[in-house]
T-cell receptor
């Protein structure tokens, strides 16, 4: 199985940068997903990392260190609409790529 | 079209009722999923269908019965549910089973068991 840990809640100011961390333990590694979920809505895919390093997609970047079992999601130029839950997900071992989710980090962006 | 469509959006049912949740996608995806999400909790995987066959059942009680009539449709039949089964039920799909690319979620069906 796998164990995923991320902070429960974070707050940040509009226009700022925020980093949401995720640590994981899994017996086999098939990559790490980040999803965004607004309240009352379905999760939407943000990123998938399988190799070490930083991947940038516009205002969002995701970093992975496999040796440390660590990832972070970096959000730049925060906007109010970025207030959401950010879910880190690591597929279980056994060749599956199906994400099973961590508890999520609720990000509150205030003016 | 990158949509996964779920109906109904809201469902209230009694503990003796039989109802079904429906999910549809027309992206040609061959893997479809049911997740359950309680308030302020992450989605939990329930079932995975791969090429219209049930490939994963995460020890879900038999009062939840999935069905995949064809590659575009996925149903979840509900019978004799308990109030603690009240949750958001999310359907999702991906191009292939074991696909490391995007899993697309529907907007979910809010289920209340009374």
């Amino acid at each position: 199985g796998q164990n995923i840990d991320q902070p429960t809640e974070m707050t940040a100011t509009e226009g700022a940068i925020v980093q949401i961390n995720c640590t994981y333990q899994t017996s086999g590694f098939n990559g790490l997903f980040w999803y965004q979920q607004h309240a009352g809505e379905a999760p939407t895919f943000l990123s998938y990392n399988v190799l070490d390093g930083l991947e940038e997609k516009g205002r969002f970047s995701s970093f992975l260190s496999r040796s440390k079992g660590y990832s972070y999601l970096l959000l730049k130029e925060l906007q109010m609409k970025d207030s959401a839950s950010y879910l880190c997900a690591v597929p279980p071992s056994g060749g599956s790529y199906i994400p099973t989710f961590g508890r999520g980090t609720s990000l509150i962006v205030h003016p | 079209d990158t949509e996964v469509t779920q109906t109904p959006k809201h469902l209230v049912m009694g503990m003796t009722n039989k109802k079904s949740l429906k999910c549809e996608q027309h992206m040609g995806h061959r893997a479809m999923y049911w997740y359950k999400q309680k308030a302020k909790k992450p989605p939990e995987l329930m079932f995975v269908y791969s090429y219209e066959k049930l490939s994963i059942n995460e020890s879900v009680p038999s009062r939840f019965s999935p069905e995949c009539p064809n590659s575009s449709l996925l149903n979840l039949h509900l019978h004799a549910l308990q109030p603690e089964d009240s949750a958001l039920y999310l359907c999702a799909s991906s191009q292939n089973p074991g696909d490391r690319n995007t899993i697309y979620f529907g907007e979910g069906s809010w289920l209340t068991v009374v």
